[in-house]
């Protein structure tokens, strides 16, 4: 396998490449220098496009945005011969990076304005999508301050605390049991997913579902910033989207606990009763119409339409 590609997938695997909408656009890139560097016929190409797809996809399981991603490339992929089909990859690689960073601009605009003008916001993790609305909400002027989570076990608050801060924008940091004990100072939680199933679930960074609950009894809403390549196709034809389960020394080193076990997802699931809206580049929507978002952007029904995002 080309070296650059190892080194993308790896990154991805490891974590020091992530964040659903980035490993997507990296997935894409991956396949843009497969398709610069091939060298051979065009029948290797084709044969081992599907390998490179096979090994993106199977980095992290989780994120269907990586999928999605993989899948826009080679669905896309048309030619008569094998300089034809080099370009469709890396064109469509191309289109795919440039509309995933156009969606965080629309996001952006559309999630300031569920921002009140004066609000404490709540985030968890380190999303992309989610900071996009947050600092454009401050950019509008809105006087706003954030509570962060750390995020245990990674730690991705500490990028998303030093994000906000760097835009000049009010950041407390907490740690992640923390959050219902602030709630009561919160006006709206803003959070990114990895995953949006057919039903309107959200998967999001382990702990999300238990802010939506906090947020649900407070009666503080919740809402979910997502590109329309966070939903999953798959989910409409009854697969679960497959929570991944990381190694436990990212929680502490097992041979200090000799007779613990340890568990260590890094997703969770929640319910779209909790969600309020999630905000996608296609405008602001309820949970409830994910069926829809998959159907008509993705051309993904029941009745086995492929993946065309
Ligand atoms: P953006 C991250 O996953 C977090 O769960 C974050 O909320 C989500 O991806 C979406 O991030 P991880 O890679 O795409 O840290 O909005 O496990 O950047």
């Known amino acids: 396998m080309d070296e650059k590609i190892v ?3 790896e990154g991805i695997k490891s974590m020091e490449i992530r964040g659903a909408g980035r490993i997507a656009r990296v997935a894409a890139l991956a396949l843009k220098y497969f398709a610069e560097d091939f060298s051979g016929t065009e029948e290797d190409f084709l044969k081992e496009i599907e390998r490179v797809k096979e090994y993106l996809i199977s ?4 994120a269907v945005s990586l999928k999605n991603a993989v899948y826009f490339v080679i669905n896309r992929m048309r030619g008569e011969n094998l300089e034809e089909l080099r370009k469709s990859v890396i064109r469509s690689a191309e289109e795919f990076i440039k509309r995933s960073k156009e969606a965080l601009k629309i996001i952006g605009k559309y999630g300031s304005g569920r921002i009140p003008e ?11 999508a989610a900071l996009a609305t947050i600092i454009q909400a401050h950019r ?28 000049g924008i009010d950041v407390t940091m907490i740690v992640d049991s923390a959050v219902r ?9 803003v959070v990114g997913a990895d995953t949006i199933a057919s039903n309107g679930a959200v998967i999001n ?8 609950l906090a947020a649900h009894e407070a009666r503080v809403p919740f809402i979910v910033c997502a590109e329309t390549y966070k939903f999953s196709p798959e989910t409409v034809i009854g697969k679960l989207v497959k929570i991944e389960e990381r190694d436990p020394r990212e929680i502490a080193d097992p041979k200090d ?3 613990v076990k340890f568990r260590n997802p890094v997703f969770d699931a929640t319910p779209p009763e909790y969600v309020d809206a999630i905000v996608t580049e296609i405008g602001v929507i309820s949970p409830y119409l994910a069926y829809e978002i998959i159907k008509e952007v993705m051309n993904f029904g029941a009745e086995g339409k492929k993946n065309r995002y």
Not at 118 to 128: K, M, Q, R, V, Y
Not at 205 to 212: C, D
Request: proline share 5%; hydrophobic share 35%; with cysteine.
């Open 257 to 259: 606990f000799p007779e």
């Open 205 to 212: 960074k382990i702990g999300t579902s238990q802010i939506a």
């Open 140 to 167: 509008d002027g809105k006087r706003i301050k954030v509570f962060n989570t750390e995020t245990r076990p990674w730690f991705q608050g500490h990028i998303t605390a030093k994000t906000l801060a760097k835009e």
């Open 181 to 189: 004990y602030f709630m009561r100072e919160v006006d709206i939680v």
């Open 118 to 128: 004066e609000a404490t916001i709540l985030t968890h993790c380190n999303s992309s």
């Open 7 to 9: 080194e993308i997938a």
């Open 59 to 62: 980095t992290r399981p989780t």
